[in-house]
C-alpha cells in the first residue's frame, strides 16, 4: 500500500479528522445527538472508537494466543462487527451515496470487497486441507498414544508411514501434483453454466472459483492498490462519511492479509506495504498487529511454509522430531526415548484437540465474512441504482 504518511494534506486531515471524530474517548462521549449533524458525528466517531478498541485487544495478544486459531476467530469477530457498523453506516447515509467523492469511495470498496471474496473460499479451503494433515495425525496418535502396550516397531512402521503422508500432504500443490484447488465451493450459490465466467487474471475470478493460476499474493496486492486516505477537502465535501469508508478498506485489507498470512493459501505472499496516518486512533493496534505478524514471519524463517496458524507450527516441530525419533530408534527402546515418544505424541494430540475443537466454528466465520461483505455490497450497490433512478 502507497505511504500516506508524507502526503500533502496530513496536517489538515489531522485537524479535521480530530475535530469530527475526537483523539480521546471523552470527546466522543461528549457529543450529543441533539440534531442530525451531531447524530452522524457521534456515530461515526463511535465506529472510529469500536475499531480501535477491538484491534487494542488483537494486538495485545499474548505470545500463548497470538496467531491460533481461537485468535484468528476473534479476529475474524471484530471484522464481521466492524462490517456491520459500517453497513448501519450505510444505511444511515444512504442520500450521500451518489454524492461525490463518497460515490467513488463506496464503488472502490465494493470491487475490493469482491476479491475478497476469493480469498474467503481460498481460506476456507486452507481449512479443509488442515482437516487432512489432521486425519494423519490422528493416525499417528492411534499407533503411539496408548499407553496401556508396549511400543513395537510395528507401531513405529505405521505411524512413519503416517508422518510420511502428512509430509507429501503439506508440499504446496504443484510439488504434490494435488488437485486441491479443483474441489473450491463458493459460499454463495453453486456454480451454473449461467454463473460461472472463465478467467484469464487473478482478480477476475468473481469468488465462484479459483483457478490454478489464481494467487491470494497478487489478490492482496489489488486490494492494496490506490487505498490511500482521504483528503481534508474529501473529508469536508462527504461531512467526514470518507472516513469510515477508508477505515473499513484498511481493516478489510488487514484481516485478509492475515488470514492468508495464517493458512494454506495458494500462493501465499505478505509483501504489501501497510501505511495508515497516524492521527486515526486505530493506526497504532492496526499498524502494531501488522508488525507482529511480519515480525513472526521473519522470526520463523519458514518462506516456504503452509502457514503461520500457530497449530500448523506445532505441527511442523513436533511431527519432524518424531520422525527423527523413529528413524533413529532402535528395540527395545530405552527409557529416554519413550519419554522422549511420549512428549511429542502428547504435544500431536494437543494438536488435534484444538483442530478438533476449532476448524469447524473457524469456518463457520470465515463463511460468516464471506456473507456479511456479500450483503454490506448488495445493499450499497441497491442504495447507488435506487438513488440513479430517483435522480433521473
Not at 462521549?29 to 480501535?52: I, M, P, R, W, Y
Not at 486515526?280 to 498487529?289: D, E, F, G, I, R
Not at 463457520?364 to 450483503?375: C, D, P, T
Request: glycine content about 4%.
Amino acid at each position: 500500500m502507497p505511504s500516506t504518511e508524507n502526503q500533502g494534506s496530513s496536517s489538515s486531515f489531522s485537524s479535521f479528522g480530530r475535530s469530527i471524530f475526537g483523539a480521546r474517548q471523552e470527546q466522543v462521549h461528549s457529543v450529543e445527538a441533539s440534531n442530525e449533524s451531531d447524530s452522524c458525528n457521534l456515530e461515526l466517531g463511535l465506529f472510529q472508537k469500536h475499531v480501535t478498541d477491538r484491534f487494542q485487544v488483537l494486538s495485545a495478544a499474548s505470545d500463548e494466543e497470538f496467531l491460533s486459531i481461537d485468535w484468528i476467530q476473534k479476529l475474524l469477530g471484530a471484522f464481521i462487527s466492524c462490517q456491520e457498523e459500517f453497513r448501519a453506516i450505510l444505511l444511515n447515509n444512504k442520500e450521500q451515496v451518489t454524492k461525490p467523492p463518497f460515490d467513488r469511495m463506496i464503488s472502490e470498496f465494493f470491487e475490493r470487497s469482491v476479491k475478497a471474496l476469493d480469498i474467503c473460499n481460498a481460506s476456507r479451503d486452507g481449512i479443509e486441507k488442515i482437516r487432512t494433515w489432521q486425519k494423519h495425525l490422528e493416525i499417528v496418535f492411534c499407533a503411539l498414544g496408548s499407553s496401556k502396550r508396549a511400543l513395537t516397531e510395528g507401531h513405529f512402521r505405521r505411524a512413519r508411514k503416517a508422518l510420511m503422508d502428512l509430509a507429501l500432504a503439506t508440499l504446496d500443490e504443484k510439488e504434490s501434483g494435488s488437485v486441491f484447488s479443483q474441489r473450491n465451493r463458493s459460499f454463495g450459490r453453486h456454480n451454473s453454466s449461467k454463473d460461472h465466467h472463465s478467467s484469464s487474471g487473478h482478480s477476475r475470478s468473481h469468488s465462484w472459483s479459483v483457478s490454478r493460476s489464481w494467487s491470494a499474493a497478487k489478490q492482496l496486492q489489488s486490494i492494496a492498490n490506490n487505498l490511500v486516505s482521504p483528503r481534508a477537502t474529501e473529508i469536508a465535501a462527504a461531512s467526514g462519511l470518507v472516513i469510515p469508508v477508508y477505515t473499513i478498506n484498511c481493516i478489510l485489507l488487514i484481516v485478509l492479509w492475515t488470514l492468508v498470512a495464517a493458512i494454506p493459501c495458494q500462493d501465499r505472499g505478505l509483501s504489501i506495504h501497510f501505511s495508515v496516518p497516524r492521527q486515526l486512533s486505530w493506526s497504532t493496534p492496526v499498524t502494531a498487529l501488522y508488525e507482529r505478524i511480519t515480525e513472526e514471519s521473519k522470526k520463523r524463517e519458514r518462506r516456504n511454509s503452509n502457514g503461520l496458524l500457530k497449530e500448523i507450527y506445532q505441527v511442523e516441530v513436533s511431527s519432524r522430531r518424531l520422525t527423527d525419533l523413529i528413524d533413529s530408534a532402535q528395540f527395545p527402546l530405552a527409557n529416554d526415548q519413550k519419554t522422549e515418544v511420549e512428549r511429542d505424541v502428547m504435544e500431536l494430540m494437543s494438536v488435534c484437540e484444538a483442530f478438533r475443537n476449532g476448524l469447524d466454528p473457524l469456518e463457520r466465520q470465515v463463511r460468516e465474512v464471506f456473507r456479511k461483505i456479500m450483503a454490506c455490497r448488495t445493499e450499497g450497490l441497491d442504495y447507488l441504482g435506487t438513488s440513479s433512478h430517483t435522480e433521473q
